[in-house]
């Protein structure tokens, strides 16, 4: 089963736009991480935002966490077309896999 | 850089034949997932391995799949017979120890699997 759910599904931009993705997952988490796949190929992790924390930032990825609403955010500042991926939330709860979601299919071109 | 290695990438069989994919993790890594993608679909994980031993394996179809680890490093996911919903891109992923909430999982490129 699929905790959390991606939004939008797909999402196009130009180069050098910020792109924005939402997470939303249903039970309470001890850490929400973001994955990236390009086509084909395996997924890599991007980052972990634990339940205590509210922001993270890594590079041009900017991730938040609300607990209260269940939901979480990844920015992409000024993407590139390398950025062109479908990026991934996965939940995780003490004692149990790591959870994905569908995932959001980002397509930047230039 | 290490890196999670899966063979083979591409894997065509016909319905009712058998299949095995292989998966060698990053040296050193103790913990080792196994997980199928549907086309569209976020990665499920099918069975995790602490060492050699099958620590989750509560979303493996046991009537067709197996999979072991048995010197507790490489590993090997069989299916037999294949059926042709088993179609998707099977992922190894491995890390540093299962115990860690935090531990970042990497992976491997993936076996895609096509059943005809």
């Known amino acids: 089963s699929q905790q959390g759910e991606e939004d939008p599904q797909a999402l196009s931009i130009q180069e050098g736009e910020n792109a924005t993705m939402n997470c939303s997952y249903k039970t309470s988490i001890n850490n929400l991480q973001w994955y990236r796949q390009n086509s084909g190929r395996g997924l890599v992790h991007l980052i972990l935002i634990r339940s205590n924390e509210r922001e993270k930032h890594s590079g041009r990825l900017r991730v938040t966490l609300d607990t209260s609403k269940k939901s979480s955010s990844l920015l992409i500042t000024a993407s590139r077309a390398a950025d062109t991926a479908s990026y991934f939330c996965?939940?995780?709860?003490?004692?149990?896999?790591?959870?994905f979601g569908k995932g959001t299919t980002l397509s930047v071109s230039s | 850089e290490a890196e999670v290695a899966q063979s083979p990438r591409y894997k065509i069989t016909e319905k009712s034949q058998a299949v095995a994919f292989w998966c060698d993790p990053i040296s050193g890594h103790a913990t080792l997932y196994w997980y199928r993608q549907i086309l569209g679909q976020g990665p499920e994980l099918l069975v995790q391995?602490?060492?050699?031993?099958?620590?989750?394996d509560s979303q493996l179809p046991k009537d067709r799949f197996s999979a072991e680890r048995l010197k507790g490093v490489d590993s090997t996911l069989k299916i037999q017979p294949a059926e042709l919903g088993d179609s998707a891109m099977y992922l190894c992923a491995s890390s540093h120890r299962s115990s860690g909430l935090v531990d970042t999982q990497y992976f491997g490129p993936g076996t895609r699997l096509t059943v005809l």
């Open positions: 996965a939940t995780k709860q003490a004692g149990t896999a790591l959870i």
């Open positions: 391995f602490q060492d050699e031993s099958v620590v989750d």
